[in-house]
């Protein structure tokens, strides 16, 4: 550890941000902390599905069909997009699709993940 200290004394952190070892060390565990985050097994699967939930609720209370959804965005099949809205096969739309999807329904992409 004392050689890391050298190093950033050396290297004019020390001097420029004036921090002292202890210091250093607590910063270091706090970033440490930050960086070590765990994610339970399902946590962004219920992500994904719940954003896709919300689109199929926003897209029925519209009106719009998921083949029309689907070729207003781009996608060339509706059984594909059926595939994406039902998070089927873990597929799940990305940020290209959830920007076009809230054009075409005329929602801020917020709205999907509320």
């Known amino acids: 550890?004392?050689?890391?200290?050298?190093?950033?004394?050396?290297?004019?952190?020390?001097?420029?941000?004036?921090?002292?070892?202890?210091?250093?060390?607590?910063?270091?565990?706090?970033l440490k902390t930050m960086l070590n985050v765990e994610f339970k097994s399902d946590e962004v699967s219920d992500f994904h599905l719940k954003i896709s939930q919300n689109?199929?609720?926003?897209?029925?209370?519209?009106g719009i069909t998921q083949l029309n959804l689907a070729v207003g965005i781009g996608i060339n099949s509706s059984g594909s997009y059926s595939d994406y809205e039902n998070y089927k096969n873990s597929k799940k739309f990305n940020l290209d699709h959830l920007y076009k999807i809230a054009k075409v329904l005329e929602v801020d992409v917020c709205e999907f993940f509320i």
């Open 55 to 62: 689109i199929k609720r926003i897209r029925k209370q519209a």
């Open 1 to 30: 550890m004392k050689e890391l200290f050298y190093i950033l004394y050396k290297n004019s952190i020390y001097r420029v941000f004036k921090i002292n070892l202890a210091l250093f060390l607590k910063l270091k565990k706090v």
